[in-house]
């Protein structure tokens, strides 16, 4: 079986990436395999390459490591990019270290991942990318600091072990990262529940302006960049407001959009029974999972809303 204890065996440059805008899979998932190297492989200069994290991560071990530029030129003996399955979806700056490396190798979970590296372990049933790279590790070998990074991604992921993607296998690996002595209480609240008044008001602010469609199968909302400014908050704080409104009666369909600084608009679709999203995804260029996807584009709000409409209508 694939391991990275036999991956890594002769490397001594090792350095890790994963998607732009890092959720807590992808800031999990990276950090994790960053701290397990570290401790376990003292042979190995490993580096982390990720946009800047969101602020309630950087509890996590070795975040303020993560670099935000390419500095040199080092040309990596193994490079691993976790949680993206698309090298147009890593980091403009990492990504002639992906280029140069003597091997890459890619950990995902996404359906349409492109198998773009040498090695390519891709898990499409799996809720994480976190859930993935235990399965890869020697458990044994996994310190509390590792566990918290895991734990973390597999909490978002399954939105609290509660997507249908989760297994009674996420919950023996949650069981067994419990065991290390994590605080994962905290983990849950500060991470993912905890909102600041300002981003409690732009979810009502969201909620407020959601109109829906379809007799209220497709529900969407829509924040420019102007509001975003308005209440302080940057885009990629806005996380809980699709998952509100994805809990609205009679939805099927969630679309969050919010206007990006250079007027392309992030657009997040959420499933709640059957409805493909990640097709649908696809039809914008983006994509993700059956129940949870993503994209951004020129299209003007309206125009988006237009065309969803349409696409779900033919899945209905
Ligand atoms: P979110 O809506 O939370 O940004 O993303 C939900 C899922 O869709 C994630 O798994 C994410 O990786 C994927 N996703 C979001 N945006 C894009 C995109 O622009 N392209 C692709 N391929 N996947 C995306
Ligand atoms: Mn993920």
Known sequence: MYSIEDELKTAKTVGITGHIRPDGDCTGSTLGLYNYIRENMPWIAVDIYLEPIEKHFEFLAGASDI???AENDIIYDVFVVLDCGDTSRVAEFSRKYIENAARTVCIDHHVASTGFADVNHVCPDVSSVCEVLFELLDSDK???STAECLYTGMV????VFKYQST?????????FLMNKGIDFTSIIDDTFFRKTYQQNLLLGKALLDSHRLLDGK???SFLTADTLKEYGVIGRDTGGIIDQ??????AEVAVFMYELP???????????HNIDVNSIAGQFGGGGHLRASGFTTGLKAGEIVEKLE???KQQL
Do not use: N, Q
Request: proline letters at 0%; charged letters at 30%.
């Open 167 to 175: 297994t009674s296998r996420t919950m023996e690996i949650a069981g």
């Open 245 to 250: 409104l994805r809990f609205t009666e009679g």
């Open 142 to 144: 996994i310190s509390r």
């Open 67 to 69: 670099r935000h530029s």
């Open 156 to 159: 978002h992921d399954t939105g």
């Open 310 to 312: 349409e696409l779900v």
């Open 218 to 220: 497709l529900i969407y």
């Open 262 to 272: 250079d007027g392309k608009i992030k657009t997040s679709l959420r499933s709640v």
